[in-house]
C-alpha cells in the first residue's frame, strides 16, 4: 500500500517538471502572476464546484493559511525567483525543501528523520546542481531570498496539511488552497502586470494541461502522500521534479545532455531511493531479523 501511495505521490514532481517546458512553449510570455492566478483560482472554483463544501470553524483561517503558503505566496516567491536567477540555481536552491521538511515535519509533527534520509537529500541536492546548474551564472541576492523564502513557504505548508488533519476529502481540501491561494494572487497580478493579455488556442490547451494536470492531479496526489506516508518520503520524491524537466527538454525540445548532466541524474536518483524510509526498514529487518519492526523512523524489535 506504501509503494502505491509513493508511486502515485511521484507523478506530482513529473508533472510539476513538465510544466517548465509547457509554460516556456505554450503560455503567454513575461506574465508569470497571470500564469499562476489562472493556474489556481479558475480550477480551484471548478474544483469547489463539484465538491460544494465550504470550511467551517477553525478551517476558515486554516485554508487561508496552506492558500497562501502553498499556492500564492509560494507562486509569486518562486516567479520572482525565476526573473532575478538562472533556471539551474534557481532549481538547485529549490533542491533544499526536502530537508526543510524533513526538519519541519520533526519539530511540529515528531516525525523524526533518519540520518540516511537526510544524506540522501544532501546528495540528491548535489544531483541536481550538477544537473541544471551552468557556468556562468550571476548571483542576485533578492532572487536568492525569494528562492529560500519560497522552499520555506511551502516546507511549512506541507508539514501543515500533515499536522492539521481536514474533516474532508483531498479534494476539497485541494480546492479551498487553490481558491484562497487564487484570491491572494489575483490583486497582486492586477498592480503588477496589469490586464490579462491576449490568449489564443495554444495558451489554452497550456493552461488546461497546467491546471488539470499540473495542478489538481498534482496537489492532490502530493497532498494524500503527506497525509499517508512519511515526510522524508515525500520530501525526496519531490526532487524528481528537476529530473523530469531535463528529461522533457532533452526529448521535446532538444537540448543538451552530457556526461554531467548523466551523473547529476544518477545521483538524484540515488538520493531519493537510499534516503527512503521503506527501504531503510527492509535494511533494518535483514540486520536484525524477520521480527524487527519500524515504528516511525526508529528501530522496534519484540522482545523474546
Request: glycine share 12%; proline share 7%; hydrophobic share 60%.
Given at each position: 500500500?506504501?509503494?502505491?501511495?509513493?508511486?502515485?505521490?511521484?507523478?506530482?514532481?513529473?508533472?510539476?517538471?513538465?510544466?517548465?517546458?509547457?509554460?516556456?512553449?505554450?503560455?503567454?510570455?513575461?506574465?508569470?502572476?497571470?500564469?499562476?492566478?489562472?493556474?489556481?483560482?479558475?480550477?480551484?472554483?471548478?474544483?469547489?464546484?463539484?465538491?460544494?463544501?465550504?470550511?467551517?470553524?477553525?478551517?476558515?483561517?486554516?485554508?487561508?493559511?496552506?492558500?497562501?503558503?502553498?499556492?500564492?505566496?509560494?507562486?509569486?516567491?518562486v516567479f520572482v525567483a525565476a526573473y532575478r536567477l538562472p533556471g539551474?540555481?534557481?532549481?538547485?536552491?529549490?533542491?533544499?525543501?526536502?530537508?526543510?521538511?524533513?526538519?519541519?515535519?520533526?519539530?511540529?509533527?515528531?516525525?523524526?528523520?533518519?540520518?540516511?534520509?537526510?544524506?540522501?537529500?544532501?546528495?540528491?541536492?548535489?544531483?541536481?546542481?550538477?544537473?541544471?546548474?551552468?557556468?556562468?551564472?550571476?548571483?542576485?541576492?533578492?532572487?536568492?531570498?525569494?528562492?529560500?523564502?519560497?522552499?520555506?513557504?511551502?516546507?511549512?505548508?506541507?508539514?501543515?496539511?500533515?499536522?492539521?488533519?481536514?474533516?474532508?476529502?483531498?479534494?476539497?481540501?485541494?480546492?479551498?488552497?487553490?481558491?484562497?491561494?487564487g484570491l491572494v494572487l489575483l490583486p497582486v497580478a492586477l498592480l503588477?502586470?496589469?490586464?490579462?493579455?491576449?490568449?489564443?488556442?495554444?495558451?489554452?490547451?497550456?493552461?488546461?494541461?497546467?491546471?488539470?494536470?499540473?495542478?489538481?492531479?498534482?496537489?492532490?496526489?502530493?497532498?494524500?502522500?503527506?497525509?499517508?506516508?512519511?515526510?522524508?518520503?515525500?520530501?525526496?520524491?519531490?526532487?524528481?521534479?528537476?529530473?523530469?524537466?531535463?528529461?522533457?527538454?532533452?526529448?521535446?525540445?532538444?537540448?543538451?545532455?552530457?556526461?554531467?548532466?548523466?551523473?547529476?541524474?544518477?545521483?538524484?536518483?540515488?538520493?531519493?531511493?537510499?534516503?527512503?524510509?521503506?527501504?531503510?526498514?527492509?535494511?533494518?529487518?535483514?540486520?536484525?531479523?524477520?521480527?524487527?519492526?519500524?515504528?516511525?523512523?526508529?528501530?522496534?524489535?519484540?522482545?523474546?
Open positions: 500500500m506504501e509503494t502505491k501511495v509513493l508511486v502515485t505521490t511521484a507523478l506530482a514532481p513529473i508533472a510539476w517538471g513538465s510544466g517548465y517546458y509547457v509554460t516556456e512553449t505554450y503560455l503567454p510570455p513575461d506574465r508569470p502572476l497571470f500564469g499562476a492566478l489562472v493556474r489556481a483560482l479558475p480550477f480551484g472554483l471548478l474544483l469547489l464546484a463539484f465538491r460544494p463544501q465550504l470550511p467551517r470553524g477553525a478551517w476558515w483561517w486554516r485554508a487561508a493559511v496552506l492558500g497562501v503558503l502553498n499556492v500564492g505566496a509560494f507562486f509569486v516567491l539551474g540555481l534557481a532549481a538547485t536552491l529549490t533542491a533544499t525543501s526536502p530537508i526543510a521538511i524533513m526538519l519541519l515535519a520533526w519539530l511540529l509533527v515528531r516525525e523524526r528523520p533518519h540520518v540516511a534520509s537526510i544524506a540522501g537529500a544532501a546528495v540528491g541536492a548535489v544531483g541536481v546542481a550538477l544537473l541544471v546548474l551552468r557556468s556562468g551564472f550571476a548571483v542576485d541576492p533578492y532572487g536568492v531570498a525569494a528562492s529560500l523564502g519560497a522552499v520555506a513557504m511551502s516546507s511549512l505548508g506541507y508539514v501543515l496539511v500533515k499536522r492539521w488533519s481536514a474533516p474532508v476529502d483531498l479534494l476539497t481540501l485541494t480546492a479551498w488552497q487553490l481558491v484562497a491561494g503588477v502586470e496589469g490586464a490579462p493579455p491576449p490568449i489564443d488556442a495554444r495558451a489554452v490547451g497550456g493552461f488546461l494541461f497546467i491546471g488539470l494536470v499540473g495542478t489538481l492531479l498534482a496537489f492532490v496526489v502530493w497532498f494524500r502522500g503527506l497525509r499517508e506516508l512519511p515526510a522524508a518520503a515525500v520530501a525526496l520524491v519531490g526532487l524528481l521534479n528537476p529530473v523530469a524537466g531535463t528529461l522533457i527538454g532533452i526529448l521535446l525540445a532538444g537540448e543538451s545532455f552530457g556526461a554531467t548532466q548523466a551523473g547529476g541524474m544518477a545521483l538524484v536518483l540515488a538520493g531519493v531511493l537510499a534516503g527512503q524510509p521503506a527501504v531503510l526498514a527492509a535494511l533494518r529487518r535483514r540486520q536484525n531479523g524477520p521480527d524487527a519492526a519500524v515504528v516511525g523512523d526508529r528501530e522496534h524489535v519484540p522482545a523474546a
